[in-house]
């Protein structure tokens, strides 16, 4: 059932925040190899979209894809794990932060290819449909997606043959260092006008408005409508990659920077709940991370000669490299 | 003994695996009409639902496969030309084929790529001609080059069952082969055969190569005596096979239909010389560095591996060492 609680949305957001927070932390400590793509001040997209789905939906997230997998319903202790490579992560230490999936709670996917996904939500939802089962897609995808020919093409394919998929926009304003307005012409709901595609645009800072939209939206496919986009406008509070930690690259100014920070989705959720209220998820969620950090800690690192196991589903056995 | 095309038994295959199996469907660009003349009568037989005409739009496709796949179906996709595969490569290669290993086996993706026509087609020059079986093989893809219509049928219902991708190359210069086939039945992925046996020279033949060697063996027969060894799958390749066939002629030439440069000819010489003390240096024969097919037929001709260059590559490495 669609869940319109707000102390819900307010726990689904303080997650994804604190997550987010202790792996930029593991990647300081070196525990995360390879560095991450933090999602901080977008929480509210993942948190009101998952927020409008059910179990049985299906999303695929994105290179900056943590809130995704999280808000869809993946276990915080074994999201973790992946990041730091062990046997007990989502994927078996063999995806990573980029590559992170549960298909078991219907997340097929972070996608490190942007634009990519997309068109595989599609094929997906239209193959589980076409079986009779009841369910709808979200994909998410920056701005940066959005020249994306692939992507383009999912919107006609899923358009034209009526696929319930929501395309979800984070419009964070950058792709890496490029702004919108020096990628994209035309506008990002013009691209889903073009395909007969409903596009609503919402404000991202906001998970209350997020879910509410995406909610409608939802109905509406449920009840036999096409694909329709969402343009979250938001802002990336963080690096684009944690790399930027140590290299500063300036492309954004301070003043925007600030501002940007200043609508913080966390915050705007927390201000709808008591005080009280609001201390005891928070607490909660830090207990939920601090077992989460000690289980993946803890957990083996894969051994190397299994490097290459699950390389094929068809048992398939690989030539190894050696001499 | 019922005489059966190369075109009619991808269509049996095709026809028999639908029957068989309710999650297998079809995708392509003017697949309903059957304008390759691969999916005729499929579209009465089964219904629009399963024979899907798509827009243009091969990427999309080719990952909406993927999702599919991912969801518990048996995508076949048919691609109009060869190089449609260069634009699918990324979701080929990026996605459907990485997924069980980045989901770390959390899922399959049982798609295939069928590729009527692959290699020249006399006359459709540069960007219709290409014959990239051995890009596939390289990214670990499995990947199949049947030679003839039991195959064609045996190894496109293989790929079809397969758990993993699979892209399945009928060559241009195999479709109009016609052969008498009593059984129909599957052949099994990563298993060569021996279509000529002989005692003194190996020669692996790809595809539609399979046919001029057989046909330059007969030529030579008088002066030697050669093994046509046809591996059929490329990846997996049958290692075992093809070493048991060189270990007794100690002589290897292969004809491949790929460019030089890291084609399959170079990795099948590779392996080889690794387990088989050979007797004599291997040869090979092979589309030049680069190749792109000129439109005018004798300089296509003259860009593909061809019978007379393979008959000289043999009497080479039979002069050598002996
Ligand atoms: C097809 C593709 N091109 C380039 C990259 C490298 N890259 C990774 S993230 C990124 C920026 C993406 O921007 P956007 O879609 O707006 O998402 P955001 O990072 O802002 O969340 C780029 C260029 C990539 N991963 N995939
Ligand atoms: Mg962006």
């Known amino acids: 059932m669609t869940d319109s609680d707000p102390v819900r949305l307010y726990r689904t957001v303080r997650l994804i925040r604190r997550f987010e927070e202790r792996a930029i932390d593991l990647v300081r400590a070196g525990e995360i190899v390879g560095g991450i793509h933090p999602y901080l001040g977008q929480e509210g997209i993942a948190a009101g979209v998952c927020a409008a789905l059910r179990d049985g939906d299906l999303v695929t997230g994105t290179h900056r894809g943590h809130g995704h997998v ?5 276990d915080p202790a074994r999201m973790l794990a992946e990041l730091c490579g062990r046997v007990t992560g989502l994927n078996r230490g063999r995806g990573g932060s980029m590559h992170a999936a549960d298909l078991g709670v219907g997340v097929l996917g972070a996608n490190a290819i942007v634009g990519a996904a997309g068109a595989i939500l599609t094929g997906a939802v239209w193959a589980r449909r076409r079986r009779g089962d009841d369910l709808v897609g979200a994909t998410f995808f920056g701005d940066g997606a959005v020249n994306e020919g ?32 020096g990628a994209v012409a035309g506008t990002i ?11 609503t645009a919402v404000d991202g800072q906001d998970p209350e408005e997020v879910r509410a939209t995406c909610a409608a939206a939802v109905a509406r496919m449920r009840a036999g409508g096409g694909p329709e986009l969402v343009e979250a406008r938001t802002y990336r509070f963080d690096a684009h990659h944690t790399f930027e930690h140590r290299v500063r690259l300036d492309y954004r100014p301070p003043e925007e920077v600030a501002a940007g920070r200043s609508r913080d989705p966390v915050d705007i959720q927390g201000a709808r709940l008591p005080l009280s209220v609001r201390e005891s998820v928070d607490a909660e969620v830090e207990a939920v991370l601090d077992a989460a950090v000690g289980y993946a800690l803890a957990s083996p690192a894969p051994d190397p000669a299994t490097a290459l196991e ?14 | 003994m019922p005489r059966l095309s190369y075109r009619r038994a991808l269509t049996r295959a095709l026809a028999d695996e639908m029957t068989r199996d309710e999650s297998v469907f079809l995708l392509g660009e003017d697949i309903r009409v059957a304008a390759a003349n691969v999916t005729t009568g499929l579209l009465k037989k089964f219904g629009p639902e399963r024979v899907l005409d798509t827009p243009l739009s091969e990427q999309a496709f080719t990952s909406f496969a993927t999702g599919a796949a991912l969801a518990g179906t048996r995508p076949v996709i048919e691609f109009q030309i060869p190089s449609l595969l260069f634009l699918v490569f990324e979701q080929i290669v990026n996605h459907a084929h990485k997924f069980p290993l980045m989901t770390g086996g959390q899922c399959a993706v049982p798609v295939t790529y069928l590729v009527p ?28 080059v049947p030679a003839t219509p039991a195959d064609a049928y045996g190894l496109l219902v293989s790929a079809i069952r397969c758990d993993d991708p699979v892209v399945v190359f009928a060559p241009a210069g195999a479709l109009d082969v016609r052969a008498d086939v009593d059984d129909l039945v599957p052949v099994p992925l990563g298993r060569g055969c021996v279509r000529r046996a002989g005692t003194d020279v190996t020669v692996v033949a790809v595809g539609h190569l399979v046919h001029d060697a057989l046909a330059v063996a007969d030529e030579l027969a008088d002066q030697v005596s050669v093994e046509v060894f046809d591996p059929r799958t490329l990846y997996p390749f049958d290692w075992d096979g093809l070493v048991e066939s060189v270990s007794r002629t100690g002589r290897l030439v292969v004809v491949d239909d790929s460019n030089r440069s890291c084609g399959m000819a170079g990795e099948i010489i590779a392996t080889v010389v690794e387990r088989v003390r050979l007797a004599a240096s291997p040869r090979r024969v092979t589309r030049p560095d680069g190749a792109v097919l000129p439109f005018a037929p004798a300089l296509d001709r003259a860009v593909q591996p061809g019978r007379e260059q393979l008959s000289a590559a043999i009497q080479l490495c039979l002069k050598d060492g002996s």
Do not use: I
């Not at chain 2, 020059?125 to 890009?135: E, T």
């Open chain 1, 310 to 323: 699950h390389l094929y589903a068809s048992g398939l056995t690989a030539r190894t490299g050696g001499g």
């Open chain 1, 189 to 199: 709901a013009g691209r889903a006008a073009a395909f007969g595609m409903p596009a």
């Open chain 2, 117 to 144: 026509g692959s290699g020249s087609r006399t006359g459709w020059a540069g960007q219709h001609s290409d014959h990239p079986y051995s890009l596939f093989a390289h990214v670990g893809v499995t990947t199949v």
């Open chain 1, 150 to 181: 692939m992507l383009l093409e999912a919107f006609n394919l899923a358009a034209l043959w009526r696929v319930p998929v929501l395309f979800v926009c984070e419009n964070n304003g950058y792709a890496t260092t490029m702004p919108v307005a």
């Open chain 1, 70 to 74: 999280l808000a869809k319903g993946a």
